[in-house]
């Protein structure tokens, strides 16, 4: 059974930081795209940012220049370096991937269970 776990999530002040980490476990076989959505209360779950597995990658306006997504291949791993948060960074961000896995083996796709990211001072 594939999961995907997150970490990194808490509370920082307008202009610090925060690195969210994601890790899949189980049957794998490959992982295609990995990607950051959030989900903020009231409104709909948005893409933040995606990363393809030759490290393509592309972000929502709102966050392009401040947040960076990277993987790690080898350990199943995506990560998202967010920089000069913003009270309206404030959400439950979710891990999402497409992956190989199982036998026989199918592409589906997966998320975490979300981890909150509060911008306050």
């Known amino acids: 059974q594939v999961q995907l776990v997150e970490s990194g999530g808490g509370l920082v002040q307008p202009g610090g930081s925060l690195r969210l980490s994601c890790v899949a476990s189980?049957?794998?076989?490959?992982?295609?795209?990995m990607a950051w959505y959030r989900q903020a209360p009231g409104n709909q779950r948005e893409l933040v940012a995606r990363?393809?597995?030759?490290?393509?990658?592309l972000y929502t306006d709102s966050v392009k220049g401040r947040f960076t997504i990277s993987r790690d291949n080898a350990k199943n791993a995506v990560y998202l370096q967010m920089d000069s948060l913003k009270p309206d960074d404030t959400a439950v961000y979710y891990c999402n991937a497409n992956i190989l896995a199982g036998m026989p083996a199918t592409i589906e796709e997966y998320w975490g269970q979300g981890t909150q990211v509060t911008v306050s001072s």
């Open positions: 189980g049957n794998i076989f490959n992982i295609a795209a």
């Open positions: 990363m393809t597995i030759g490290r393509r990658s």
